[in-house]
T-cell receptor, first 117, second 111 residues
Framework: GAVVSQHPSRVICKSGTSVKIECRSL??????MFWYRQFPKQSLMLMAT?????????EQGVEKDKFLINHASLTLSTLTVTSAHPEDSSFYIC?????????????FGPGTRLLVL | QKEVEQNSGPLSVPEGAIASLNCTYSDRVSQSFFWYRQYSGKSPELIMSIYSNGDKEDGRFTAQLNKASQYVSLLIRDSQPSDSATYLCAVKRAGSYQLTFGKGTKLSVIP
């Protein structure tokens, strides 16, 4: 149980384009989803927290107009990187949890590797 | 600032030995504690969670929590080369959904 999927697993795009990443909870309803970014040899950095049906809460330093998050249903959250630039190249990972789960454990998706040329 | 500290390693142990991974945290109201394993190029995978003082065992893994010392550890018995990965300690405070991660300890199990 507690499976989280992400799509796509890898994307290469040109500078200036927008990229959408989907995160789905496959066997549970995720009341809360999280988006992280991880640069090589560094730890996970939380970008934002989203609850179904409400606006995402962004961490300090994360531009909400650049990283658009939509959590329209209890099984789907999307992250759109708008006007991507090479410095946005990173490993983007979502996680999901649910109220009443094991102390709100977070289960991670497999990640999306973004390369902006 | 809420911090979770881990020795970055690498920690090298021979195959079959016990690997001991340590983590300290600064926020006294931390409630839940997690160990994740992350292979290179992959996302984190939950290994263990612990919420009460003492030991919690699951197969070859044992998590130990001491809230008074603000210390949590993970022991891996009979270490295997497949255990070679970065181990992330994560802490959640009461009333919050967010996890605070340490930077991870890289473990290398030598055949």
């Amino acid at each position: 149980g507690a499976v989280v999927s992400q799509h796509p697993s890898r994307v290469i795009c040109k500078s200036g384009t927008s990229v959408k990443i989907e995160c789905r909870s496959l066997d549970f309803q995720a009341t809360t989803m999280f988006w992280y970014r991880q640069f090589p040899k560094q730890s996970l950095m939380l970008m934002a927290t989203s609850n179904e049906g409400s606006k995402a809460t962004y961490e300090q330093g994360v531009e909400k107009d650049k990283f658009l998050i939509n959590h329209a249903s209890l099984t789907l959250s999307t992250l759109t990187v708008t006007s991507a630039h090479p410095e946005d190249s990173s490993f983007y990972i979502c996680s999901a949890s649910w109220d009443g789960g094991h102390q709100e454990t977070q289960y991670f998706g497999p990640g999306t590797r973004l390369l902006v040329l | 600032q809420k911090e979770v500290e881990q020795n970055s390693g690498p920690l090298s142990v021979p195959e079959g030995a016990i690997a001991s991974l340590n983590c300290t945290y600064s926020d006294r109201v931390s409630q839940s504690f997690f160990w994740y394993r992350q292979y290179s190029g992959k996302s984190p995978e939950l290994i263990m969670s612990i919420y009460s003082n003492g030991d919690k065992e699951d197969g070859r893994f044992t998590a130990q929590l001491n809230k008074a010392s603000q210390y949590v550890s993970l022991l891996i018995r009979d270490s295997q080369p497949s255990d070679s990965a970065t181990y992330l300690c994560a802490v959640k405070r009461a009333g919050s959904y967010q996890l605070t991660f340490g930077k991870g300890t890289k473990l290398s199990v030598i055949p």
